[in-house]
């Protein structure tokens, strides 16, 4: 029953001090960053994360300004994440006033977006025309839900400066696929939407423990890699990731038929 803990916890130890060593980036060249961009085109969204430190040590500029500049040059649509974790633990939520508290970028981004999904935990901020018309907002990572749609629309996901791959996707597989160690928990709360209305909901999410089960990133990436389902882009310590979410799903989804740990060990 618990033969996979010692795996999962070297595993997630592992992580934790590849999380504590710093990393250095140095100068990139503007144009060559272009040329990766470039290679991705033919997508009119994309769902970022983005590590700005890294892309100001790479540019030596405005990072958010630059970036910004950049995405909006190759998409039509960029989503961002907006994602809200104390909603947990506060049971409140506007979506006017409740800044996002992942990451720099998302929180500078958010004076920006134009729609914002109606998710307490989970939103997904957007400057474009992209939306997720008729989803399930109540539950988050349902296969009816946003992800669903990221998954079925074949949505590119990119990370630029990030320390490693980055991917809310792996939260909607998880669910969708029902690995073993991640439970659906309902969240009771009042959240104020878009209309000014404000109404009690349940929200429905993930919970897991995160310590013990901790992504193993690196041997995702390498598997990933290896299958050609993943670009990796590595400009002089810049990490620029890209996927999309529908290959993402159909190559990983065997291999947690397989080993419902796979993720995790």
């Given amino acids: ?3 996979h803990i010692p795996r999962t916890f070297l595993s997630s130890f592992e992580h934790w001090l590849i999380k ?14 272009d040329e990766v961009l470039a290679q991705y085109d033919t997508h009119n969204e994309a769902f970022v994360h983005i590590g700005l430190s890294d892309i ?15 995405l909006n040059k190759h998409f039509s649509s ?13 049971g409140r939520y506007h979506a006017e006033e409740t ?9 500078l981004f958010f004076e920006d977006a ?14 474009g025309k992209y939306r997720f018309e008729g989803c399930n907002f109540r539950n988050t990572f349902a296969e009816d839900g946003c992800y669903g749609q990221l998954e079925s629309d074949n949505v590119l996901y990119l990370n630029v400066g990030t320390q490693w791959l980055v991917s809310t996707q792996l939260h909607y597989i998880e669910q969708v696929l029902d690995v073993p160690y991640v ?21 429905r999410n993930y919970d897991k423990n995160k310590w013990l089960y901790f992504w193993n990133r690196k041997k995702i990436v390498r598997d990933v890699l290896e299958a050609g389902v993943l670009d990796h882009h590595r400009l002089n310590g810049l ?10 799903r159909r190559w990983i989804e065997p291999k947690i038929e397989v080993d419902p740990y796979y993720l995790v060990q």
Wanted: aromatic content about 12%; proline content about 5%.
């Fill in 99 to 107: 800044k996002p508290e992942l990451g720099a970028f998302s929180g």
């Fill in 20 to 33: 504590q060593r710093s990393r250095s980036v140095g100068s990139v060249d503007e144009t060559l960053f």
């Fill in 239 to 248: 990490n620029v990731y890209a996927f999309n979410a529908g290959d993402f």
């Fill in 1 to 3: 029953m618990v033969t």
């Fill in 56 to 70: 100001k040590s790479a540019f030596e500029t405005g990072p958010y300004e630059f970036i910004r500049r950049k």
């Fill in 183 to 203: 439970s659906v928990v309902d969240i009771e709360g009042t959240a104020t939407f878009d209309d000014g209305k404000t109404r009690q909901i349940v929200q």
């Fill in 114 to 127: 134009e729609y914002r999904t109606p998710d307490p935990l989970h939103s997904v901020l957007v400057d």
């Fill in 78 to 90: 960029i989503l961002v994440p907006g994602f809200t974790q104390s909603f947990r633990e506060t």
